[in-house]
Structures are given as C-alpha cells and as structure tokens.
C-alpha cells in the first residue's frame, strides 16, 4: 500500500468545521483512501473510505482531489468527542492480505 | 452483534509467563487481523486469518507468539516466555472483504503490561 503524508497535530475549537489533510503523491489507480480514527484508550474506528468521489456519511465527509494525490476530511462541526488521532490509509483493491498499514496520523485537539 | 470484542481488557504478567488473548469477531466477517501497538505509534500488524487459515505473518510476530482460529469464529494470541518488550496495546480487527473498499472493525484492545 502507497504511503501517505499527515500532519502531526490540529487544533479546533467546538462547533467549528475541521478540514484535516492527507497527501498520498503515489497513490495509484486502485488505491482506496480510508480514514479511521482512534479514541484514548480505544481501538481505531473506521470513519469513511473512497475512490474518486467525495463521499458523505454520518460522521464526515471526504474530499478527494482530482488528481487523487491528496484528500481531506471534514467534520461539519467539531465536538470534543471528535478529540482523536486521525489516519489517513491507502488500500489497494483485489489484495490478498488486506491488512492495513498505519502512520502516525493527526491528533487532533478540540477546545470548547 | 455488538461489534468486536476482546478479552481480557488488561493484563499484567511477570516476565516469563505465558499469555493468551481472545477475540471474537462481528459473526459473519471471515477476516481477522491481529495488530499491536505500542505508546505514541500506530498499530502495526501482526497476523491475518482468512475463515480458520492463517495466511499471513509479519515479521514482528516472533516465534513466541502462535495465533489460531478453530472454526473460523473466535481467534486466541498466545505469548509464551513474555519479555517487557512485548508490553503493548494488542487489538483485534474484523472484515468481510480483503481489502480496497472493505473496511476493518476493531475492538477495545487488550494492554499487556510486562513486569
């Protein structure tokens, strides 16, 4: 799987949207991108995944660039139950393993 | 189904001891990942079985670690003669595809603290 490129942290304050990149340069055609997300003391939490298109669920939104070479997800409108370490992880379709390969993902800070 | 989950939540053991963990997946997902993280890292992956076939090892699985799933339900880690450096984070992930759209369901990990 491709690597991709996150910064370490962010801040936000409560109820304001949060734009958090990730750059993945040598993405390729089947590469999908996913974003999970990792609560203190909890396991990862898928958030949302896609190929080309912006995609929308209950919990964000993912832009993804023309080119695909970068991405960004969107929280509408932060809580402080949204403070977590967010990974940005490139999949590739019709892999035997499946496995995903972590970085060291965004922390990201919500102040009320 | 309530999702995946792990057990024993935490563990401490004395250097030496043998351990073993249990996950049981979200029922109908036929992959299981093991993962272990350590302080200020993301999860790094250690194992993968497909139904009850283990099909996949990374290199940081040790010879003192052995991983099974009979049946294909409910997975075990097992950590024989542990040392401080195996003290981390050990999570557990379920899908039901292999990979590109299929997304990994993890449960709430289990801390092992070697002393």
């Known amino acids: 799987d491709a690597k991709t490129t996150q910064p370490n942290s962010m801040e936000s304050n409560e109820e304001e949207p949060v734009h958090l990149p990730c750059n993945h340069s040598?993405?390729?055609?089947?590469?999908?991108i996913h974003w999970y997300r990792q609560l203190p003391s909890q396991g990862p939490e898928y958030v949302i995944h896609?190929?080309?298109s912006n995609v929308n669920n209950r919990m964000a939104s993912l832009a993804i660039a023309e080119d695909r070479k970068s991405s960004t997800l969107i929280l509408h409108r932060a809580t402080l139950r949204d403070a977590a370490v967010y990974y940005c992880?490139?999949?590739?379709?019709?892999?035997?393993?499946?496995?995903?390969?972590f970085g060291k993902g965004t922390k990201l800070s919500v102040k009320p | 189904d309530t999702g995946v989950s792990q057990d024993p939540r935490h563990k401490i053991t004395k250097r030496g001891q043998n351990v073993t963990f249990r996950c049981d997946p979200i029922?109908?997902?036929?992959?299981l990942y093991w993962y272990r993280q350590t302080l200020g890292q993301g999860p790094e992956f250690l194992t993968y079985?497909?139904?009850?076939?283990?099909?996949?090892k990374s290199r940081l699985l040790s010879d003192r670690f052995s991983a099974e799933r009979p049946k294909g339900s409910f997975s075990t880690l097992e950590i024989q003669r542990t040392e401080q450096g195996d003290s981390a984070m050990y999570l557990c992930?379920?899908?039901?595809?292999?990979?590109?759209?299929?997304?990994?369901?993890f449960g709430p990990g289990t801390r092992l603290t070697v002393t």
């Open positions: 079985f497909q139904n009850e076939a283990q099909l996949e």
């Open positions: 992930a379920s899908s039901s595809g292999p990979s590109g759209p299929y997304e990994q369901y």
């Open positions: 992880i490139l999949r590739a379709d019709g892999g035997s393993q499946g496995n995903l390969i």
């Open positions: 040598t993405i390729s055609g089947t590469d999908y």
């Open positions: 896609g190929l080309t």
């Open positions: 029922s109908e997902h036929n992959r």
